[in-house]
C-alpha cells in the first residue's frame, strides 16, 4: 500500500479550517496526510471584533481551539521560517526558545492570511491599534477601557475632550462596524456605570478615503449604502470622505488636508501588506503583493504549491480577482481538498467556482444591511440575517453557545467594562512626534526616559510668567527624561519635536534593569545626572 498524500498548510485561518473540514474522510482513510503549522494555538473569528471590543460579549468567546476545530489534521503551534520549494521542505520554530524543526511535504498550501501595512503613513506601528491581530484587538478593548477612566476623573476640557476622540481609519466593513459598536457602548455605559460623563462628550469618527462609504457595497447595493450612510449619521458618527490620514502620533491624528484631530485613540483599518514568507516567495505576484494562482487555486508552474485567502490573487469566476473576504477563503480551502482529492484518485481537477454569498454590515442599535443573493434587507431583519449568518460561521459549536450566552447577558448585567491589563503601561516602546508637539511637558511626573532614534527637539523650560527659554537642541543619539525617573521628580523642563522625531521610550523599571546590568549605560546615565 502507498504512503498517504502529505499535505502541509502554513497558516491557520479559514482557508486551513475548511481543507480540514474537507479531507477529514481522506485522513482516516489514510490517503492523505494534512499537518497545519500556526504561530497561535487559536483560531480568531474577525465577525465579532467590534462586539468583542465594545464589550458585549467576552474576548474569548470569538477564539477556538486550534486542536479541537482541525482534527482529523495534525496541527503544530510554531513560526514559518523558510520554505524550499525545490526539496519541498519547511523550517519552522517554537516560539519560547526558537528550537527549529524541518517538515517535509508532497504539496504545501499557503494561507498565511495578510499584515497590517505598517509604512502606510507616519506612526501607524507606533501610535495605531491594528484590528488583524487578536492581541491588539484586546489591547484596544482595555485601552478604550482605560480611556474612560481617565476622561471621569479628568478637569482639564482639551484633555478630556482628547481622551473621548476616537478615529477610526478606513470606511469598509470593519471600521464602519467599530465606530458604530462604539457609539452604542458610549451611550450605554454612561447612563450607568460612568455618571460623570455625558454620552455626546464621545466623539467617534471615521476616515475613508473613498468618495462613499462601504466600498464593498457601493457599486453593487448602492441603495444600502445610501441606508447606511443616513443611520450613521442620525446614530452622531463623523465621517470624513475623501480624506487620508498621513501622520498618527500619541496625542492626534493628522489628516491630508492638514487637519489635526487631538485624540488618544486611533485604530487602523485600512491597509493590508504581505507577510515576509509571501514577499520572498519566488512566484509571480499581483501589484497588491499577493501570489497568482491558477483556476484551480495552484501556483502556475509548481504542481504541488497552492495559495487561497488574503495572500492569493484567485480568479473571481465573473472577472478579476476575489476580495479578501473570509467566506472566499473558506470556499478556496474547500476547494483545493476537493482537488487535492482528485489528484489521490487520478482525476482531472476543478475550478474555483464560488462567486459570493452576500454582504453585510452592522450599524449599532440593532440595525444593519445586508444583501443575500442580491435579496436586500434592511433594519433589524438585515440586523438578525447579520447575526444568524455571522454565527453559522462560529467553527466551534461552544463557541457559538458561549457567544449566544454573551448576547443574552450583556442587555441584563450591561457591557464588560473591566480593564484587565496584559502588561505595564510603560516598557521599551517605539514613539513618534510631529513638529510643534511636545514629548514631556514641564510639571509632568517622570515615569520615562527617552532616545532619539531621529530627528531634532528642543528643551524648554518656563517661568512663573510664562516665558520660555531654550536651553538645548536634542539629536539622533540624545537621551532625555531621566532625572525625574531615577529621582521621583517632576518634569523640570518641556521637551518639543523641532522636526519629525523618532525616539525610544524607556520605562523607570526597564532603566533600573538596564542601569544595574550594563556599564556604559549606567555612566551616561550617572554623566547626565551629574
Not at 525545490?86 to 526558537?98: C, P
Not at 470624513?240 to 490620514?245: K, Q
Not at 497568482?292 to 487555486?297: G, I, N, R, W
Not at 474555483?352 to 442580491?374: H, I, P, R
Request: hydrophobic share 40%.
Amino acid at each position: 500500500m502507498s504512503r498517504p498524500l502529505r499535505v502541509l498548510c502554513l497558516g491557520g485561518g479559514y482557508t486551513a479550517l475548511y481543507l480540514s473540514r474537507k479531507l477529514a474522510a481522506s485522513i482516516r482513510n489514510k490517503q492523505v496526510e494534512l499537518t497545519i503549522v500556526s504561530k497561535e494555538n487559536f483560531h480568531v473569528f474577525h465577525g465579532f471584533i467590534a462586539e468583542m471590543l465594545a464589550g458585549r460579549m467576552q474576548p474569548y468567546s470569538i477564539l477556538s481551539s486550534a486542536r479541537r476545530i482541525f482534527p482529523p489534521a495534525r496541527f503544530i503551534c510554531a513560526e514559518v521560517e523558510a520554505v524550499d520549494y525545490d526539496q519541498k521542505k519547511v523550517r519552522i520554530s517554537r516560539r519560547l526558545d526558537g528550537k527549529t524543526f524541518e517538515l517535509e511535504y508532497d504539496h504545501v498550501v499557503l494561507a498565511l492570511g495578510a499584515t497590517d501595512d505598517l509604512a502606510r503613513y507616519h506612526g501607524v506601528s507606533e501610535h495605531t491599534f491594528r484590528l488583524k491581530s487578536f492581541w491588539e484587538c484586546f489591547k484596544m478593548r482595555n485601552h478604550l477601557i482605560q480611556m474612560l477612566e481617565m476622561a471621569e476623573i479628568e478637569t482639564d476640557a482639551e484633555e478630556r475632550k482628547k481622551l473621548l476622540t476616537f478615529v477610526i481609519i478606513g470606511g469598509g466593513y470593519g471600521g464602519i462596524e467599530v465606530a458604530s459598536e462604539f457609539r452604542e457602548f458610549f451611550r450605554q455605559v454612561t447612563k450607568k456605570d460612568y455618571p460623570h460623563l455625558h454620552p455626546d462628550e464621545a466623539r467617534v469618527l471615521v476616515v475613508h478615503s473613498g468618495e462613499r462609504i462601504l466600498p464593498e457595497l457601493v457599486h453593487t447595493q448602492p441603495k444600502l449604502v445610501n441606508y447606511a450612510e443616513k443611520v450613521l449619521k442620525k446614530a452622531g458618527l463623523e465621517i470624513h470622505t475623501n480624506m487620508r490620514i498621513v501622520a498618527a502620533t500619541s496625542e492626534e491624528a493628522i489628516l491630508s488636508d492638514g487637519t489635526k484631530i487631538p485624540t488618544r485613540t486611533i485604530i487602523s483599518s485600512a491597509g493590508n501588506a504581505m507577510p515576509a514568507l509571501i514577499k520572498s516567495s519566488p512566484f509571480e505576484k499581483d501589484d497588491r503583493g499577493r501570489i497568482k494562482v491558477d483556476a484551480t487555486l495552484r501556483v502556475p508552474g509548481y504542481n504541488n504549491v497552492w495559495a487561497a485567502g488574503d495572500c492569493a490573487a484567485m480568479p473571481h469566476p465573473s472577472g478579476g480577482t476575489c476580495p479578501a473576504v473570509a467566506i472566499y477563503a473558506m470556499m478556496a480551502g474547500r476547494q483545493i481538498a476537493v482537488n487535492l482529492r482528485r489528484l489521490v484518485a487520478g482525476k482531472t481537477l476543478r475550478s474555483y467556482g464560488f462567486t459570493g454569498l452576500g454582504d453585510a454590515c452592522a450599524l449599532g442599535n440593532g440595525k444593519a444591511v445586508s444583501q443575500v443573493k442580491g435579496i436586500r434587507f434592511y433594519g433589524f431583519p438585515a440586523w438578525l440575517v447579520w447575526r444568524s449568518f455571522f454565527l453559522y460561521f462560529v467553527p466551534s459549536r461552544e463557541r457559538k453557545v458561549r457567544i449566544m450566552l454573551d448576547w443574552l447577558l450583556s442587555p441584563i448585567f450591561g457591557r464588560e467594562i473591566i480593564d484587565v491589563r496584559i502588561d505595564e503601561p510603560h516598557g521599551v516602546r517605539a514613539m513618534m512626534f510631529e513638529p510643534g508637539q511636545d514629548i514631556i511637558r514641564q510639571g509632568d511626573v517622570g515615569r520615562t526616559m527617552y532616545a532619539i532614534v531621529s530627528g531634532e527637539a528642543e528643551v524648554i523650560r518656563e517661568d512663573e510668567t510664562r516665558n520660555q527659554t531654550v536651553l538645548a537642541r536634542l539629536k539622533p543619539g540624545d537621551h532625555f527624561g531621566e532625572i525625574a525617573v531615577f529621582q521621583n521628580r517632576r518634569r523640570t523642563a518641556t521637551v518639543r519635536a523641532v522636526t519629525r522625531v523618532e525616539l525610544i521610550s524607556i520605562g523607570k523599571q526597564e532603566a533600573v534593569a538596564l542601569s544595574g546590568t550594563l556599564k556604559p549605560f549606567d555612566d551616561a546615565l550617572n554623566q547626565s545626572k551629574g
